[in-house]
């Protein structure tokens, strides 16, 4: 067997067994609330909104997918996949965020 062959058969030896099984996370998503705290917005303005998450348990976060942005009335204000809120039209709405089995709302008046 040439040379680099066989260094090439142990380097990928040596990474497997290097990669050996990793403990699983035991991270929970406790809680999930949206900031800043505005309930007020103006027709025409952009509002940036985030989410705080709070994790129990060991390990990391598990991966997973992105918090999930929504409106319960869209022709009021929308939201994009951020967060980013943009007021449309006077009326009330409510604002949404869920990340796996964790949700918070925010009733939101646009005012003229």
């Not at 066989?6 to 990669?19: F, M, N, P, Q, R």
């Not at 705080?52 to 997973?64: A, F, I, K, L, S």
């Not at 204000?77 to 949404?96: C, E, H, N, Y």
């Amino acid at each position: 067997m040439p040379l680099k062959r066989v260094i090439s058969a142990l380097l990928l030896a040596l990474t497997v067994v290097g990669c050996g099984p990793t403990a699983p996370s035991t991270k929970q998503l406790a809680s999930i609330k949206i900031v800043p705290d505005v309930s007020l917005l103006k027709v025409g303005t952009v509002t940036q909104f985030s989410s705080v998450e709070t994790w129990v348990g060991d390990g990391g976060p598990p991966p997973g997918p992105a918090p999930a942005w929504s409106m319960s009335d869209d022709s009021i204000a929308k939201v994009d996949f951020s967060g980013r809120v943009m007021a449309i039209t006077p009326g009330t709405t409510s604002l949404t965020v869920k990340r796996f089995n964790q949700t918070d709302s925010r009733i939101l008046l646009v005012m003229p």
